[in-house]
């Protein structure tokens, strides 16, 4: 059985602003197709696997239970980042240093991807470089300046300069931070383009998509057979990238992650004069709380502004003053600026909140649980997927191998556990 999807109105600025439309339209799934791989999944997971596997010339359809982008991939906070959800600490203790350097270096690599997918598909996304990972507290400064001497000394890794004062005003106009990261190797775009883009590369590589065709059984087997209500899919192979609507659909892996509703507003265009008194270099940035706040500007010089979780899918009361009274806080200049836009969409988290990779049967991939960082991710793993499934599968072990236990408390008290914890962190963040 297929989950309900929370947040039905997909209304957000992305969907006012797309700039990518399928040709040819994606019509439900009607009647019996045969495939060598059915994709269960329309954000950039499935779409990414479904471009890759294309590319190495699979007969691939993809089944939308709603629109393309319709989950969390078309109404994120569109930053990218290398990392993962979880700390590098975390890999390491679970796989080895080893295996945490290739981690390491494949969640870069995702960020690549992204840029050269983007740059090979001509996908009008805005695509823009710039982090920053703002301290708000003095113990975040001690932390973050820990980060980056661990990850230059054990990883090599030199991308990232320590900003205070002047000079990190001068890429975020506030004196709320002690202090920041700037990352180079991160930045921000569009993600409902992107993930539209992905799509349309995949439909000219040859891919057949299905919205309006949620997938409520998987009769597994060699082939296995993917039934929607008014269709059927067969195909050797089963790709699943249904991140946080997994609901029943393959028992397994329900209980593996847990949903949590994230939010985000846009404000009404700054202008170019009161965008500079906020992000004056275009960056992106979160801060480093356990419940993040993050923002960026989008190409018309909105402030994209997400934070707040729930996990009932219902909206937290007062989430507009607080979005509000944030970023007035944050600039005073935007006090009382209009907000043109508020709306919410789906994460995936594990308990480790290290992405959960594998396969079932040996012919059903899946990716999830990438713990709302899935941007650049997500697309790392729809093509290390289709590496799998052509029988390349090393890189895709490497994700494979880390473990994850299910939520404790079982279908009733997983939620209610779930909250208490973000609680406690939640004060946490006050401290
Ligand atoms: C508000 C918000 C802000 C975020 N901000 C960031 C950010 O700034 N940076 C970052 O790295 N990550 C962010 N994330 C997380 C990131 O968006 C996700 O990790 C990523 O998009 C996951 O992509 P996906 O393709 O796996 O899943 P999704 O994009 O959720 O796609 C899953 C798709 O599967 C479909 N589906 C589900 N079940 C079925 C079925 N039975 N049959 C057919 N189709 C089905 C759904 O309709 C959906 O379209 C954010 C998430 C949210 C919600």
């Known amino acids: 059985m297929a989950t309900v999807a ?35 999944g329309g954000g950039i997971t499935g779409c ?20 393309l982008g319709f989950g969390a991939s078309g109404r994120s906070g569109g930053q990218i980042l290398p990392g993962l959800g979880t700390d590098i600490a975390t890999v390491e203790r679970a796989l080895g240093r080893d295996r945490a350097r290739e981690v390491w270096e494949m969640s870069r690599e995702a960020v ?46 030199e991308a990232l300069d320590w900003l205070e004062g002047e000079a990190l005003r001068e890429h975020v106009a506030t004196d709320a931070y002690p202090g920041a990261l700037f990352e180079r190797e991160g930045g921000h775009l569009h993600p409902l383009n992107y993930t539209l883009g992905l799509a349309q590369a995949a439909c000219q590589a040859g891919v057949t998509f299905h919205e309006q065709s949620a997938a409520v059984a998987i009769e597994r087997g060699q082939p296995a057979r993917v039934r929607t209500r008014d269709g059927c899919v067969t195909a050797d192979f089963v790709v699943l990238g249904t991140n946080a609507y997994l609901g029943g659909l393959v028992p397994e892996l329900e209980g593996r992650i847990m949903r949590a509703a994230n939010y985000i507003v846009a404000t009404e265009p700054l202008g170019a004069e009161r965008a500079a008194r906020v992000l004056p270099r275009n960056d992106a940035l979160s801060d480093a ?5 993050y923002y960026r500007l989008s190409a018309d010089r909105r402030l994209i502004y997400g ?80 590496d799998a499934v052509a029988g390349q599968s090393e890189r895709f072990d490497v994700f494979a191998a880390m473990p994850h236990r ?19 962190y939640k004060l946490r963040d006050r401290l």
């Open 6 to 40: 929370r947040f039905d109105n997909p209304a957000s600025y992305y969907r006012d602003s797309v700039l990518v439309r399928m040709e040819p339209p994606c019509l439900p799934l009607q009647g019996e197709q045969r495939a060598d791989v059915c994709v269960i």
């Open 48 to 67: 990414s696997a479904a471009l890759h596997l294309a590319l190495r010339g699979y007969r691939v359809v993809v089944l939308e239970a709603r629109e």
């Open 112 to 157: 690549r991807l992204t840029a050269e997918l983007v740059e090979r598909h001509a996908i009008p996304c805005d695509l823009s470089w710039g982090y920053l990972h703002a301290a708000v507290k003095p113990r975040h400064v001690r932390e973050l300046r820990e980060f980056q001497a661990r990850m230059a000394r054990d990883y090599g890794y």
């Open 289 to 293: 709380n356990f419940v993040l706040d």
């Open 307 to 386: 934070g707040e979780v729930s996990y009932d899918g219902r909206e937290p009361r007062g989430l507009q003053q607080r979005m509000d009274a944030k970023i007035a806080w944050l600039f005073p200049a935007l006090k009382g600026v209009r907000i043109d836009y508020r709306w919410g969409g789906e994460v995936a988290i594990t308990l480790n909140r290290a992405p959960d990779f594998g396969r079932l049967d040996n012919n059903l991939y899946y990716a999830q649980g990438y713990s709302g960082h899935g941007m650049a991710l997500a697309g790392l793993a729809g093509k290390l997927m289709a």
């Open 406 to 424: 299910p939520f404790p408390g079982g279908r009733r008290l997983r939620t209610p556990l779930l909250v208490l914890a973000t609680m406690f």
